[in-house]
């Protein structure tokens, strides 16, 4: 008996996968501080390690890696910034309402994460 073969299963057009999604028209000025930034977070973490490894007093160490920390949080409140600035404000004044209640289930998921 011979097996009748499989149609192809019909998708709809799916969006980019997350970690290949760009920005569109991104800020030069802000993509240069954000950048300046990280350039200087990197050195930060180039010192705890200096810290760890010259065996520092464990208090100190802690207050730098608070340091660090910190920074980070200014890069990540600039680029969310940006992005409410840019890609969301576009999407939820979009005629598309598909498009506008898919950027406000991303922005609610994105702030449960973020204020962890």
Do not use: W
Not at 91 to 103: F, H, I, Q, S, V
């Amino acid at each position: 008996m011979k097996k009748k073969p499989e149609r192809p299963v019909k998708t709809a057009p799916q969006e980019a996968p997350a970690s290949e999604r760009q920005v569109q028209g991104a800020d030069p000025d802000t993509k240069a501080e954000n950048l300046r930034r990280l350039a200087r977070i990197q050195g930060q973490v180039g010192g705890v390690a200096r810290m760890i490894d010259g065996e520092r007093y464990c208090p100190d160490i802690l207050l730098q890696i608070d340091s660090v920390q910190e920074a980070l949080r200014g890069v990540s409140r600039e680029l969310l910034r940006s992005h409410l600035r840019q890609s969301a404000k576009a999407a939820l004044t979009a005629k598309d309402k598909t498009r506008a209640e898919e950027t406000i289930d991303e922005l609610v998921e994105l702030f449960q994460r973020y204020r962890r």
